[in-house]
């Protein structure tokens, strides 16, 4: 669509910290909401307070994702349709009624996306955990064993490093579009801004699916872990418990949601950073009956295996491992003060790579071999007895430290099970508001919750009773989880490719870097590396899907149904090592195997097709791209004098930890 054709509107984005609960921006001839008004007064007057919490999950009119304002004002109601109005003569839509009436309105999906009231409550502390411990969980304390016995430590290493190279061009990609466009949506809404719709549309479904199908995985992996303490306990009342906890650490909202990350964040960072330490005292002061370990384990049996498949295998589960560090991205458009908060938890993803992934998994290949029995005796990606964290500790002769890694274990997978509910509900809200999905998922409450989109995350979750069933019937969760299983690649591949083509159209439209409120400290080269990389996960995987590695366990096909490639990755989702999923005994298993690893790429085939050949969407120009409706309003040149004047100010020492931290 032409910048010329769009109807002229009100400017309604909030400004920088003048958004406040239950505030509408106006439009021409129009005033605050009165409803808000009401709700206000009634809160003053004394209301009881169980009334005025049932109240709060009412919708309020005014207050939508899209707010009403926008949709109903009689000069751009018709723009938030993406049914062709039969008033409108213009040619694209002309052209459109005669292929059927399917229009998808550009405008109006940058104008749904970029006046959220969803609450911004997220405080700088809340959005630096969230990025630090983001994807800390059981693909680094479990699943990395895994990963360690098919490739070996030098092939952890180099995959990790690389991996951990890609995913800092990608956030810091990802950091300056959503400090730039801090809306709703952010990963499938900057997809159909500056590519295409149709690909945002399936960026946007295949985001939700993925952490969808996770809520149920981990809900069963958490029961699991609490076995480790009373085995005889029915796991379907630690389901109920644990569902119980994440629902309503959502209801809270956006500050509920960070501040029990914070919390999780905390504990899994302790866990880490405690185990780095005793690593190092258990590599220099040796295990009681050996002495000095040093590099013993990387000569015997071996720095490598399985030769360079084994290395391509562990690229697979490195990328799979670092799922929901991009999570900090979602947060933006709930953030108090994103120009502040977002930068600095960027800029901290560098550390908590090399801390917390390459330096903790260097110990692991120090001190656990990689041929060691255990590594592949789990019976679920939560199960701490297989975690080379674990091992490594009981062969020092410590022996308390199992039940305080089952503990960290637990804490961080209800950590990915909240961060599911949460990046769910957003992404599913947001797509409503496009018009991608049903509109009922756009509901949002007075307390600037999308209450219909977390209530639908949370009925999925009702999946973890198939807990009780047997391994065949439990197949479906395989298949569910194979269905989102490479969704973070996509994402993060088109995380790198939006931002190649909005420095693009920033360019074409004479503006200058410094009018940027962040910018990528690897700029657009960054990205052409990150997109690169992406692109090589995926060709591996599907080298490592369709011509796997043997099956470890393959005199036993039902021990795969709980846990083996089914809750892997860094925050739930799947890799199995590049190992065949089930054993390989026929073609049929070949097939089954193939989709199991990489069924997620023809669904996103599918759902972009579909799309676009329903809408017959085309891939956004440079020049039609729109680079202003969403910008808040920083008053980015005082904010930049004035950080300059505090710089001048600072010690050497202190100007350095700023730029990069």
Not at 276 to 284: K, Q
Not at 331 to 336: D, F, L, P, Q, S
Not at 461 to 481: F, I, K, N, P, T
């Given at each position: 669509m032409r910048p010329s054709r769009h109807v002229e509107m009100t400017d309604l984005r909030p400004k920088e910290n003048s958004f406040t609960l239950g505030s509408l921006p106006s439009t021409q001839g129009t005033s605050s909401n009165p409803y808000h008004d009401n709700y206000d007064r009634s809160n003053k007057t004394g209301q009881h307070p169980l009334r005025r919490w049932?109240?709060?999950?009412?919708?309020?009119?005014?207050?939508?994702?899209?707010?009403?304002?926008?949709?109903?004002?009689?000069?751009?109601?018709?723009?938030?349709?993406?049914?062709?109005?039969?008033?409108?003569?213009?040619?694209?839509?002309?052209?459109?009624?005669?292929?059927?009436?399917?229009?998808?309105?550009?405008?109006?999906?940058?104008?749904?996306?970029?006046?959220?009231?969803?609450?911004?409550?997220?405080?700088?502390?809340?959005?630096?955990?969230?990025?630090?411990?983001?994807?800390?969980?059981?693909?680094?304390?479990v699943a990395s064993g895994r990963a360690l016995n098919t490739g070996g430590p030098a092939s952890v290493l180099i995959?990790?490093?690389?991996?951990?190279?890609?995913?800092?061009?990608?956030?810091?990609?990802?950091?300056?579009?959503?400090?730039?466009?801090?809306?709703?949506?952010?990963?499938?809404?900057?997809?159909?801004?500056?590519?295409?719709?149709?690909?945002?549309?399936?960026?946007?479904?295949?985001?939700?699916?993925?952490?969808?199908?996770?809520?149920?995985?981990?809900?069963?992996?958490?029961?699991?872990?609490?076995?480790?303490?009373?085995?005889?306990?029915?796991?379907?009342?630690?389901?109920?418990?644990?569902?119980?906890?994440?629902?309503?650490?959502?209801?809270?909202?956006?500050?509920?949601?960070?501040?029990?990350?914070?919390?999780?964040?905390?504990?899994?960072?302790?866990?880490?950073i405690g185990f780095?330490?005793?690593?190092?005292?258990?590599?220099?002061g040796g295990f009681p009956d050996d002495g000095y370990i040093g590099g013993r384990y990387w000569q015997n049996p071996g720095a490598f295996n399985n030769g360079f498949k084994g290395l391509c295998a562990v690229f697979v589960t490195a990328a799979f491992a670092f799922t929901g560090t991009e999570l900090v991205g979602?947060?933006?458009?709930?953030?108090?003060?994103?120009?502040?908060?977002?930068?600095?938890?960027?800029?901290?993803?560098?550390?908590?790579?090399?801390?917390?992934?390459?330096?903790?998994?260097?110990?692991?290949?120090?001190?656990?071999?990689?041929n060691h029995p255990r590594l592949l005796g789990a019976k679920s990606a939560a199960d701490a007895s297989a975690s080379p964290f674990v091992i490594a500790i009981e062969s020092a002769g410590i022996a308390i430290l199992p039940g305080v890694m089952n503990s960290v274990i637990l804490v961080a997978v209800l950590s990915v099970g909240n961060s599911a509910v949460f990046g769910s509900s957003r992404t599913l809200a947001a797509l409503a508001d496009q018009r991608q999905a049903p509109r009922v998922l756009g509901y949002v409450d007075r307390r600037g919750r999308p209450l219909v989109a977390i209530l639908v995350a949370a009925s999925v979750?009702?999946?973890?009773?198939?807990?009780?069933?047997?391994?065949?019937?439990?197949?479906?969760?395989?298949?569910?989880?194979a269905a989102s299983g490479l969704?973070?690649?996509?994402?993060?591949?088109?995380?790198?490719?939006?931002?190649?083509?909005?420095?693009?159209?920033?360019?074409?439209?004479?503006?200058?870097?410094?009018?940027l409120a962040f910018r990528s400290q690897v700029g657009v080269a960054g990205s052409w590396v990150g997109l690169v990389l992406n692109v090589l996960v995926l060709v591996a995987q599907f080298w490592t899907a369709a011509w796997p590695l043997p099956h470890p366990l393959a005199s036993s096909h039902s021990s795969s149904q709980q846990g083996q490639g089914v809750i892997g990755g860094g925050e739930g989702v799947a890799g199995n090592g590049g190992t065949a999923v089930v054993p390989i005994e026929s073609p049929r298993d070949v097939a089954q195997?193939?989709?199991?690893?990489?069924?997620?790429?023809?669904?996103?085939?599918?759902?972009?097709?579909?799309?676009?050949?329903?809408?017959?969407?085309?891939?956004?120009?440079?020049?039609?791209?729109?680079?202003?409706?969403?910008?808040?309003?920083?008053?980015?040149?005082?904010?930049?004098?004035?950080?300059?004047?505090?710089?001048?100010?600072?010690?050497?020492?202190?100007?350095?930890?700023?730029?990069?931290?």
């Open positions: 049932l109240d709060s999950f009412r919708q309020d009119t005014g207050r939508h994702v899209t707010p009403a304002s926008v949709l109903n004002t009689p000069g751009n109601r018709h723009r938030a349709s993406m049914i062709v109005p039969r008033s409108d003569d213009s040619p694209s839509r002309q052209r459109a009624r005669n292929r059927g009436g399917h229009y998808f309105d550009l405008h109006a999906a940058n104008v749904g996306t970029a006046n959220t009231l969803l609450s911004r409550e997220l405080k700088g502390r809340h959005v630096q955990m969230i990025a630090i411990g983001g994807s800390i969980g059981t693909g680094l304390f995959a990790y490093l690389f991996m951990g190279c890609m995913l800092y061009c990608t956030i810091q990609a990802l950091g300056e579009l959503a400090v730039t466009f801090p809306v709703a949506g952010s990963f499938s809404a900057y997809s159909t801004r500056f590519l295409d719709p149709a690909w945002g549309f399936a960026m946007g479904w295949n985001y939700a699916l993925q952490w969808l199908v996770v809520l149920p995985l981990e809900l069963i992996a958490a029961s699991i872990t609490v076995g480790y303490w009373n085995s005889s306990l029915n796991r379907s009342i630690f389901i109920t418990l644990f569902l119980l906890i994440i629902v309503v650490i959502n209801l809270f909202g956006v500050k509920g949601y960070g501040e029990a990350e914070f919390v999780f964040a905390i504990v899994k960072i302790t866990a880490v780095i330490l005793l690593g190092i005292v258990i590599n220099i979602l947060a933006a458009a709930e953030t108090a003060n994103p120009r502040r908060s977002l930068p600095t938890a960027i800029k901290q993803v560098f550390w908590r790579i090399t801390l917390f992934y390459v330096v903790s998994l260097t110990l692991i290949g120090l001190l656990v071999p990689h979750g009702l999946l973890g009773y198939l807990v009780e069933l047997d391994a065949r019937q439990s197949d479906v969760l395989s298949w569910l989880l969704s973070s690649v996509f994402t993060w591949g088109s995380i790198c490719l939006a931002h190649i083509r909005f420095r693009r159209a920033w360019r074409a439209r004479g503006r200058a870097l410094g009018e195997n193939f989709f199991l690893e990489y069924l997620c790429a023809p669904i996103v085939l599918a759902c972009y097709v579909g799309y676009k050949l329903w809408y017959r969407t085309s891939v956004v120009k440079v020049d039609e791209m729109d680079v202003d409706t969403g910008r808040r309003d920083f008053n980015l040149p005082i904010l930049i004098s004035r950080e300059r004047d505090e710089k001048r100010g600072m010690p050497r020492w202190k100007r350095v930890y700023k730029f990069l931290c």
